[in-house]
Every structure is written in C-alpha cells, then in structure tokens.
C-alpha cells in the first residue's frame, strides 16, 4: 500500500469553525490530491497540487483553502465551516511520471470523516 | 464537462459467476481510466489502469477494456468470490480525474 496517512480520521466541528485536514505521504509523489465523497456526487475533486507551493482548484473548490510546503505534506482548510461540508474527505497522491495530472495510478488515503454541526 | 455513468448502480451474483461491470464517459478525449475498488468506510484500491493508446488492461482475474470512441469501459472479473464483493468505481483522467458513481456488487456465497 502507498504510504499515505490523513490526520484527524473523524472529526466533529460546529458551524462556523476553521479547520484544517492534514494529508502526509512517505512516496515522495509529485502530485497529491483531496476529494470529497457524497452520496449521490460519487468523489469531487476540491483541489490539487503539482509541486511544493503550486496548488490549484479542482471542481468544488468553494470554501476550501490549500497549502503545501513541503513535498509530504498537502493541508487542506476549511476557514468557515458549514453543514454543505460534511462530508468524506480522501488524499490521493500520484507520481506524475508520465507528465501532466493524474496521467498515472492515483493513490488514496483512509479518508477523514468530517461533521459540521 | 465530463460526465461519468457506471450502470447498474448494483448488482448481486452467485459465487462463481462472472462480473460485467461498465462505464461510459461522455469526452473521448482523455488520456487513461482508472477501476477502483472501494471497501465500506474505507478508501479507494487501484486495480487497473488504461492508458488512452491501449485496448484492454489484465491484472490476474481481472480484464478492463477501453473503447474510447465510444466512451465505454468494461471491467470483467472472472469466477467472482464473496471476497470480490466491494464498490467498484471508474474513472477518467482528461487531465483531471472524474469518478462515476459506481457499481456495489454483492457475490453470494
């Protein structure tokens, strides 16, 4: 199994609340993702990032912030938590090796179970 | 905007039988698909990977094949067991991954 553990694995928050996702990764992979699961949606894409410091916005990106400063780490934040953002949330990582994004196997992490009350 | 469809949303077979699962994309335009399993309340497992140039793609009991001018996809898995029993999911990568809802398949001991 890909190296990749996300921190807390459940969470409840109150509305209103930052809080920040962590997802950390031992495989040294280029691009690291995080999507969200609902019923209903399947998995979303929230943002990526291609590099240390390079991130972008995947297709519900609204109310999510992002950062990574260091190749293993990619944070995910919710500055203002709300009830629409309970949810699933899944890291994926990929090498990037045939270039561009996702044009290899992504890899998932265990997910972070998310209540915003 | 790419559109994913995984269709049936479930299916129940006995064990020993063979499983069809398919997806369809709207946007041939893409540069692989990806078949995921995904155990209840736990992550997404990668099983196979389908580059854009390739037909088909096995991995021990496991077939996918990819029309993409059709926008089809087919997972075929082989003489299934209770073990095979999770979601399986589909994906196309047209630079970004866009998942279908799924298959839950169900094998009866």
């Known amino acids: 199994d890909a190296g990749i553990t996300q921190s807390p694995r459940h969470k409840v928050t109150e509305t209103g609340t930052p809080v920040t996702l962590r997802c950390h990764q031992t495989?040294?992979?280029?691009?690291m993702y995080w999507y969200r699961q609902d019923p209903g949606h399947g998995l979303r894409l929230i943002h990526y990032?291609?590099?240390?410091?390079?991130?972008d916005k995947g297709e519900v990106s609204d109310g999510y912030s992002v950062s990574r400063s260091k190749t293993e780490d990619f944070l995910l934040t919710l500055e203002s938590a709300t009830s629409s953002q309970t949810s699933v949330y899944f890291c994926?990582?990929?090498?990037?090796?045939?270039?561009?994004?996702?044009?290899?196997?992504?890899?998932f992490g265990p997910g972070t179970r998310l209540t915003v009350l | 905007k790419q559109e994913v469809t995984q269709i049936p949303a479930a299916l129940s077979v006995p064990e020993g039988e063979n499983l069809v699962l398919n997806c369809s994309f709207t946007d041939s335009a893409i540069y692989n698909l990806q078949w995921f399993r995904q155990d209840p309340g736990k992550g997404l497992t990668s099983l196979l990977l389908i580059q854009s140039s390739q037909r088909e793609q096995t991995s021990g009991r496991l077939n996918a094949s990819l029309d993409k001018s059709s926008g089809r996809s087919t997972l075929y898995i082989a003489a299934s067991q209770p073990g095979d029993s999770a979601t399986y999911l589909c994906a196309v990568d047209d630079y970004k991954l866009s998942f279908g809802a799924g298959t839950t398949v169900t094998v009866r001991a």
């Open positions: 495989e040294n992979h280029r691009y």
């Open positions: 990032s291609y590099g240390v410091k390079d991130t």
């Open positions: 994926a990582i990929s090498g990037g090796t045939s270039g561009g994004v996702g044009t290899d196997t992504q890899y």
